[in-house]
């Protein structure tokens, strides 16, 4: 079927489309041509049926076969193929498009399929999302791509996703990835007659990749693979060491990179082989475990990287017959030759336990010829000798000692670091003084990200180890130091570092702040102390510390963190000090000096504060005095002024004035003595204001015009306020009395 255009199938839930011919018969499935339309094409709940090579141009045999350019989509549909005995075709093609491929059965009891680039392919696409695929494929078919196929694919905008990908039990899978970039893949699961291909892929991500049982190469590179990533997958019971003829391992990489990151190798047949020359992103396996290979964990040459990892219980228990003659103990850890590239493997920080080689010795390094070069660094060896790495000479079969130049062993011990229980392979650290653990903060310290390889898994891979976990959950790096092995101790840890500092800090008079910091390491007690003087005390013992402005200016202050559970181990921020700041000056100043004024009066406001970085009033004015009338306020009434003084600290304060207006009802004046009565008449307060006095002897009487005495204070300069709301309205007498005179006046309430 060819469709020049677009084409669109869908189905419903429970009622597919099918497409088939008669029965055991073949037909050459949908092709699309010239289809450059925007529109896309749209397969919905579809069913495939026995699709042969009806389409032969460039070996293009597909169900359905997009090659130039219009969108496609293909989901919750099903490729069947029920005849064994004629070449099947592919399912899915499709080739500089957008690809949308979701919840695809693929089932075949063919033998051989045609299809150049795959049974599901993507081809140089501009972006694609494939996932919930599930196959189910016959296991001796003679596949000629794979049954996933990814390749010519460079994502540089858009969007390249392959994920949820799984097999049915005991049959076959095949999944590759070639010249391709940027590209995200998780969680495929495949199992029995298993491939995973990689060739020549930068940048590419895999997550959560797990591999069982498969008898060939679980997982093959070649070409530049630096920058790809694989990390959190586990590949387990996978190749073969049957016939050495077709020797195949969990993992055969033939690259430059890429990077193992929290991966696990357990119980495989064959461990892994890495054959490559050296390059700035050569394979490199960060916090992995190698555990219970049947063959040795693995075979290396060239440069590949080990940090952190656990090489676990791993034994060669086989000798090749043509190899008896020689009586060769085949290591059951790592094997180092020289056979196509020379090697240079570099191992950091690693552990290495439990390891038997043919004979029942403890092997984890072997050199295979005199002539490879080894870093062993940071490392614990069982039943390592303090001589160094031993070798076998693949044609004089005699043993020897690594030589001193061809070895950089730097603080590697046999030691026992304290394992809670490693006959049962609990490779954790106990929590116990009578076993200090070795491995707790032993390796290499200082700036690592300026170290070899540490800068090349920053900068190749974007890996900064000071970000990363061992497989407990724990942090990788702590006080600068990388832990050795996998596994952190389950325990305290016997260094302790405060993560944050403290410089002087400024309180506000009044206010409240909390100081606390973060440590890295199990913390048994926290102190904070206080030091006055010389004199130094304990005041809390709690991981924050309450501030208020009870803290006294110039005594210093700091957290100390304790771990006194095997070593009386400390780590305590700098001294700082608490700088407490002053109030604001409180007062505001009135001229003239009362509360309440006329309408027609002026009154200035200013306060007593200095020293700030702003001053605000509520008015909007900033200068420290401020002049109003009492008209300008509004209605008669009490008015609320308020400053707020603000330092560069941030500190601020503020002082409040209250200031009432009544009516100018007139001033009764006395010129002759400079007295001034307001005002007239008065309902509730008298102002009797009065020039500058020698004396304090003076007195006030308020009389009714019958001479009796209503009430008498004494006078003071300026404004003597006098109630009268008690009086009833009427005329009153006034008698302003000094030391020699006194004056009369009459006086109207109002």
Same mark, same amino acid.
């Given at each position: 079927?060819?469709?020049?255009?677009?084409?669109?199938?869908?189905?419903?839930?429970?009622?597919?489309?099918?497409?088939?011919?008669?029965?055991?018969?073949?037909?050459?499935?949908?092709?699309?041509?010239?289809?450059?339309?925007?529109?896309?094409?749209?397969?919905?709940?579809?069913?495939?049926?026995?699709?042969?090579?009806?389409?032969?141009?460039?070996?293009?045999?597909?169900?359905?076969?997009?090659?130039?350019?219009?969108?496609?989509?293909?989901?919750?549909?099903?490729?069947?193929?029920?005849?064994?005995?004629?070449?099947?075709?592919?399912?899915?093609?499709?080739?500089?498009?957008?690809?949308?491929?979701?919840?695809?059965?693929?089932?075949?009891?063919?033998?051989?399929?045609?299809?150049?680039?795959?049974?599901?392919?993507?081809?140089?696409?501009?972006?694609?999302?494939?996932?919930?695929?599930?196959?189910?494929?016959?296991?001796?078919?003679?596949? =000629?791509? #794979?049954?996933? +196929?990814?390749?010519?694919?460079?994502?540089?905008? !858009?969007?390249? @996703?392959? &994920?949820?990908?799984? %097999?049915?039990?005991?049959?076959?899978?095949?999944?590759?990835?070639?010249?391709?970039?940027?590209?995200?893949?998780?969680?495929?699961?495949?199992?029995?007659?298993?491939?995973?291909?990689?060739?020549?892929?930068?940048?590419?991500?895999?997550?959560?990749?797990?591999?069982?049982?498969?008898?060939?190469?679980?997982?093959?590179?070649?070409?530049?693979?630096?920058?790809?990533?694989?990390?959190?997958?586990?590949?387990?019971?996978?190749?073969?060491?049957? =016939?050495? #003829?077709?020797? +195949?391992?969990?993992?055969?990489?033939?690259?430059? !990179?890429?990077? @193992?990151? &929290?991966?696990?190798? %357990?119980?495989?047949?064959?461990?892994?082989?890495?054959?490559?020359?050296?390059?700035?992103?050569?394979?490199?396996?960060?916090?992995?475990?190698?555990?219970?290979?049947?063959?040795?964990?693995?075979?290396?040459?060239?440069?590949?990287?080990?940090?952190?990892?656990?090489?676990?219980?791993?034994?060669?228990?086989?000798?090749?017959?043509?190899?008896?003659?020689?009586?060769?103990?085949?290591?059951?850890?790592?094997?180092?030759?020289?056979?196509?590239?020379?090697?240079?493997?570099?191992?950091?920080?690693?552990?290495?336990?439990?390891?038997?080689?043919? @004979?029942?010795?403890?092997?984890?390094?072997?050199?295979?010829?005199?002539?490879?070069?080894?870093?062993?660094?940071?490392?614990?060896?069982?039943?390592?000798?303090?001589?160094?790495?031993?070798?076998?000479?693949?044609?004089?079969?005699?043993?020897?000692?690594?030589?001193?130049?061809?070895?950089?062993?730097?603080?590697?011990?046999?030691?026992?670091?304290?394992?809670?229980?490693?006959?049962?392979?609990?490779?954790?650290?106990?929590?116990?003084?009578?076993?200090?653990?070795?491995?707790?903060?032993?390796?290499?310290?200082?700036?690592?990200?300026?170290?070899?390889?540490?800068?090349?898994?920053?900068?190749?891979?974007?890996?900064?180890?000071?970000?990363?976990?061992?497989?407990?959950?724990?942090?990788?790096?702590?006080?600068?130091?990388?832990?050795?092995?996998?596994?952190?101790?389950?325990?305290?840890?016997?260094?302790?570092?405060?993560?944050?500092?403290?410089?002087?800090?400024?309180?506000?008079?009044?206010?409240?702040?909390?100081?606390?910091?973060?440590?890295?390491?199990?913390?048994?007690?926290?102190?904070?102390?206080?030091?006055?003087?010389?004199?130094?005390?304990?005041?809390?013992?709690?991981?924050?510390?309450?501030?208020?402005?009870?803290?006294?200016?110039?005594?210093?202050?700091?957290?100390?963190?304790?771990?006194?559970?095997?070593?009386?181990?400390?780590?305590?921020?700098?001294?700082?000090?608490?700088?407490?700041?002053?109030?604001?000056?409180?007062?505001?100043?009135?001229?003239?000096?009362?509360?309440?004024?006329?309408?027609?009066?002026?009154?200035?406001?200013?306060?007593?504060?200095?020293?700030?970085?702003?001053?605000?009033?509520?008015?909007?004015?900033?200068?420290?005095?401020?002049?109003?009338?009492?008209?300008?306020?509004?209605?008669?009434?009490?008015?609320?002024?308020?400053?707020?003084?603000?330092?560069?600290?941030?500190?601020?304060?503020?002082?409040?004035?209250?200031?009432?207006?009544?009516?100018?009802?007139?001033?009764?004046?006395?010129?002759?003595?400079?007295?001034?009565?307001?005002?007239?008449?008065?309902?509730?307060?008298?102002?009797?204001?009065?020039?500058?006095?020698?004396?304090?002897?003076?007195?006030?009487?308020?009389?009714?015009?019958?001479?009796?005495?209503?009430?008498?204070?004494?006078?003071?300069?300026?404004?003597?306020?006098?109630?009268?709301?008690?009086?009833?309205?009427?005329?009153?007498?006034?008698?302003?009395?000094?030391?020699?005179?006194?004056?009369?006046?009459?006086?109207?309430?109002?």
């Amino acid at each position: 079927l060819k469709v020049d255009g677009i084409l669109k199938a869908e189905g419903k839930k429970g009622d597919s489309i099918i497409f088939k011919a008669m029965p055991n018969v073949v037909w050459g499935g949908i092709q699309f041509v010239n289809n450059t339309q925007t529109d896309t094409i749209r397969f919905n709940y579809c069913h495939f049926e026995n699709v042969g090579t009806g389409f032969r141009n460039g070996f293009v045999n597909y169900a359905i076969a997009c090659r130039y350019g219009s969108p496609m989509s293909v989901k919750n549909s099903s490729f069947y193929y029920f005849i064994k005995g004629v070449n099947q075709a592919g399912s899915i093609y499709g080739r500089k498009n957008v690809m949308i491929v979701d919840s695809i059965y693929l089932h075949s009891i063919a033998i051989t399929m045609q299809s150049f680039n795959g049974n599901l392919a993507v081809d140089s696409s501009i972006g694609f999302k494939i996932e919930h695929i599930i196959t189910n494929i016959k296991l001796d078919v003679k596949n =000629v791509s #794979g049954d996933i +196929t990814i390749w010519g694919t460079n994502i540089n905008s !858009g969007f390249g @996703f392959l &994920n949820d990908i799984s %097999n049915i039990n005991k049959t076959s899978i095949s999944i590759g990835i070639v010249s391709s970039r940027n590209l995200i893949v998780k969680r495929i699961s495949i199992s029995d007659n298993a491939y995973f291909n990689l060739g020549d892929v930068k940048k590419i991500r895999i997550e959560n990749l797990n591999i069982k049982n498969s008898p060939h190469n679980a997982i093959s590179t070649s070409g530049d693979c630096t920058g790809t990533i694989i990390e959190n997958s586990s590949f387990e019971g996978c190749g073969s060491s049957k =016939v050495r #003829g077709s020797y +195949t391992f969990a993992l055969n990489l033939q690259s430059n !990179g890429p990077l @193992f990151k &929290n991966c696990q190798f %357990n119980n495989n047949e064959t461990g892994i082989l890495v054959d490559q020359q050296y390059g700035g992103g050569t394979p490199i396996f960060l916090s992995c475990i190698f555990n219970h290979s049947k063959a040795s964990a693995g075979y290396l040459e060239g440069s590949p990287v080990f940090i952190n990892c656990n090489i676990q219980n791993n034994i060669d228990f086989k000798i090749w017959p043509q190899d008896t003659s020689k009586n060769i103990p085949y290591t059951a850890g790592f094997k180092i030759g020289t056979d196509f590239y020379p090697s240079h493997p570099y191992f950091y920080n690693c552990l290495m336990w439990g390891n038997k080689d043919s @004979f029942g010795h403890y092997s984890s390094i072997v050199m295979l010829s005199k002539a490879g070069k080894v870093d062993v660094n940071n490392c614990i060896i069982q039943s390592d000798s303090s001589n160094g790495i031993v070798g076998y000479d693949n044609n004089d079969n005699f043993r020897f000692y690594v030589p001193k130049a061809n070895l950089v062993y730097a603080n590697s011990s046999g030691n026992n670091p304290g394992f809670i229980d490693s006959a049962a392979g609990n490779y954790q650290l106990v929590n116990s003084c009578s076993k200090s653990g070795y491995g707790i903060n032993r390796g290499m310290s200082g700036n690592l990200l300026t170290q070899y390889p540490f800068n090349v898994l920053n900068t190749t891979y974007g890996v900064n180890i000071y970000n990363t976990f061992d497989l407990a959950g724990n942090p990788r790096v702590a006080d600068d130091t990388l832990d050795i092995g996998c596994y952190e101790s389950t325990g305290t840890k016997k260094n302790l570092k405060l993560l944050s500092t403290y410089s002087d800090t400024t309180l506000c008079y009044g206010g409240k702040k909390t100081a606390s910091s973060k440590t890295a390491g199990t913390v048994q007690a926290y102190q904070w102390q206080q030091k006055a003087g010389a004199t130094i005390s304990t005041i809390a013992n709690t991981s924050t510390l309450a501030l208020n402005d009870l803290k006294t200016n110039g005594i210093q202050y700091r957290l100390v963190v304790i771990n006194n559970e095997c070593l009386p181990l400390k780590d305590s921020s700098i001294w700082f000090k608490i700088n407490v700041n002053a109030p604001l000056v409180k007062g505001i100043t009135r001229n003239p000096n009362k509360d309440t004024i006329s309408v027609n009066q002026t009154m200035q406001l200013s306060t007593a504060a200095s020293g700030y970085s702003s001053l605000l009033w509520n008015t909007g004015a900033t200068a420290p005095s401020i002049s109003f009338i009492g008209s300008s306020l509004g209605a008669i009434g009490k008015y609320r002024f308020t400053i707020e003084a603000k330092n560069n600290n941030g500190c601020t304060e503020t002082d409040t004035a209250y200031i009432n207006t009544i009516a100018n009802t007139g001033i009764y004046v006395i010129l002759k003595d400079n007295i001034k009565i307001y005002p007239q008449p008065a309902k509730d307060i008298l102002n009797i204001e009065l020039p500058p006095i020698t004396n304090n002897n003076g007195s006030i009487q308020i009389s009714s015009l019958d001479g009796k005495i209503i009430a008498t204070q004494k006078i003071t300069t300026g404004i003597n306020e006098i109630p009268v709301h008690q009086l009833e309205a009427g005329v009153y007498i006034i008698i302003i009395s000094g030391d020699k005179e006194s004056i009369t006046l009459k006086w109207v309430k109002g």
